[in-house]
Antibody, heavy 121, light 107 residues
Framework: EVQLVESGGGLVQPGRSLKLSCLASGFTFSNYGMNWIRQAPGKGLEWVAS????????YYADTVKGRFTISRDNAKNTLYLQMTSLRSEDTALYYC??????????????WGQGVMVTVSS | DIVLTQSPATLSVTPGESVSLSCRASQGISTSIHWYQQKSNESPRLLIK???QSISGIPSRFSGSGSGTDFTLSINRVESEDFSVYYC?????????FGAGTKLELK
């Protein structure tokens, strides 16, 4: 069974940093592209960042470019999102989601349960 | 960026009705559109990929159609478990974008 379990969220002050993790199981992690997607309270879905299976290709939404860094450790089956210079508008539920293939032009076929990040003083 | 416009924002139906949800792209995207269902307090679930391709484990009452700029998610005879929010998403170009969603609610 495919499982994606996020962790690392919490309450953080504006301007501070936070690192999210997503532990994958039930599939060969190194064969799939991965993503972070967020959802502000009561709002829709916003794609944040993508990383290909071997980390060769990495892309970001303009809203987080230069502040967030997506990475992965295939030996640990873990996806990361390092978030710096956090703003109130980054407050959201952050989902880890898998691409259906190793590329990043395919849909998100499995999602984690999400981890909440709240940016507030 | 490609803007996806979903309509209607809310659709009120009774169980047993058949419905169509629309997603219109701001430019042609071939069939690079995918549909997700999100029930309250749950993670999104992939329903249809590449406009019309079915997903294993998804009930056959869900189907998709369209290409270019106009896409439709159809639900044949809505069941009570189908009341949720539906999102379209494009994988044609970066950044990946989602529509604002259509809420399917009980009439």
């Amino acid at each position: 069974e495919v499982q994606l379990v996020e962790s690392g969220g919490g309450l953080v002050q504006p301007g501070r940093s936070l690192k999210l993790s997503c532990l994958a199981s039930g599939f060969t992690f190194s064969n799939y592209g991965m993503n972070w997607i967020r959802q502000a309270p009561g709002k829709g879905l916003e794609w944040v960042a993508s990383i290909s299976s071997s980390s060769s290709y990495i892309y970001y939404a303009d809203t987080v470019k230069g502040r967030f860094t997506i990475s992965r450790d295939n030996a640990k089956n873990t996806l990361y999102l390092q978030m710096t210079s956090l703003r109130s508008e980054d407050t959201a539920l952050y989902y880890c989601a898998r691409h259906s293939t190793m590329g990043i032009t395919t849909p998100f076929d499995y999602w984690g349960q999400g981890v909440m990040v709240t940016v507030s003083s | 960026d490609i803007v996806l416009t979903q309509s209607p924002a809310t659709l009120s139906v009774t169980p047993g009705e058949s419905v169509s949800l629309s997603c219109r792209a701001s430019q042609g995207i071939s069939t690079s559109i995918h549909w997700y269902q999100q029930k309250s307090n749950e993670s999104p679930r992939l329903l249809i990929k590449f406009a019309s391709q079915s997903i294993s484990g998804i009930p056959s009452r869900f189907s998709g159609s369209g290409s270019g700029t106009d896409f439709t998610l159809s639900i044949n005879r809505v069941e009570s478990e189908d009341f949720s929010v539906y999102y379209c998403q494009q994988s044609y170009s970066l950044p990946r974008t989602f529509g604002a969603g259509t809420k399917l609610e009980l009439k």
